[in-house]
């Protein structure tokens, strides 16, 4: 169960794209799509902004985009605004019946 | 709306038990799974286990297998998060959070509670 591995930072211009990888393993994120993705703010709670790897739930903007490849998952913010810049965590269930959290990224506007 | 509200900050000595609570309302309670998720001071998201929505299912994260209880009051729709033998590592927010059966994802989340390991 050890955590999965995202970047500690990325940082883009308004209106850029960026995108966050989210490394595991073939127990977690390679192994099925509950893979998801959740945005916190400083001082809030997180909020889910893909499910199932590239889903979004009512409501987020469809600026955020999720993908899979392998043992890899990504999310994209394209048209990066300043309301973007939070901490970002990936998500997935494991074969074991538990879950882990990626190690967070930080996104810089 | 679906809300989920917590307990107040506590305050414990190492070697210590806590038990924070999470309270559910807006949704039918006894239809969804809740989640622990811990989150130390500057540091990122931690899961630390599950109840299922008839609570027939109880999974913990390794770590905390021999000291975290999760357990869940459907009369007053309140889930309870019990962590014994604190040490100063488990000072941290702890939020709960809601997933459908088969979801795989969580939402909502709580707004946390502060447990705080002091000597």
């Known amino acids: 169960q050890s955590a999965l591995t995202q970047p500690a930072s990325v940082s883009g211009s308004p209106g850029q794209s960026i995108t966050i990888s989210c490394i595991g393993t073939?127990?977690?994120?390679?192994?099925?799509?509950?893979v998801s993705w959740y945005q916190q703010h400083p001082g809030k709670a997180p909020k889910v902004i893909i499910y199932e790897v590239f889903n979004r739930p009512s409501g987020v903007s469809n600026r955020f985009s999720g993908s899979k490849s392998g043992n890899t998952a990504s999310l994209t913010i394209s048209g990066l605004q300043p309301e973007d810049e939070a901490d970002y965590y990936c998500n997935s269930y494991e074969t074991s019946g538990t879950y882990v959290f990626g190690s967070g990224t930080k996104v810089t506007v | 709306q679906v809300q989920l509200v917590h307990s107040g900050a506590e305050v414990r000595e190492p070697g210590a038990s806590v038990k924070v609570f999470c309270k559910a309302s807006?949704?039918?309670?006894?239809?969804?799974?809740m989640h622990w998720v811990r989150q130390a001071p500057g540091q990122g998201l931690e899961w630390m286990g599950i109840i299922t929505s008839r609570a027939d299912r109880l999974i913990y994260a390794q770590k905390f297998q021999d000291r975290l209880t999760l357990t869940r009051d459907t009369s007053t729709s309140t889930v309870f998060m019990e962590l014994r033998s604190l040490t100063f590592d488990d000072t941290a927010v702890y939020f709960c959070?809601?997933?459908?059966?088969?979801?795989?994802?969580?939402?909502?989340w709580g707004q946390g509670t502060l447990v705080t390991v002091s000597s």
């Open positions: 807006g949704y039918s309670f006894t239809s969804y799974h």
């Open positions: 073939s127990s977690d994120v390679g192994g099925h799509d509950h």
């Open positions: 959070a809601r997933e459908a059966p088969d979801d795989y994802w969580l939402d909502p």
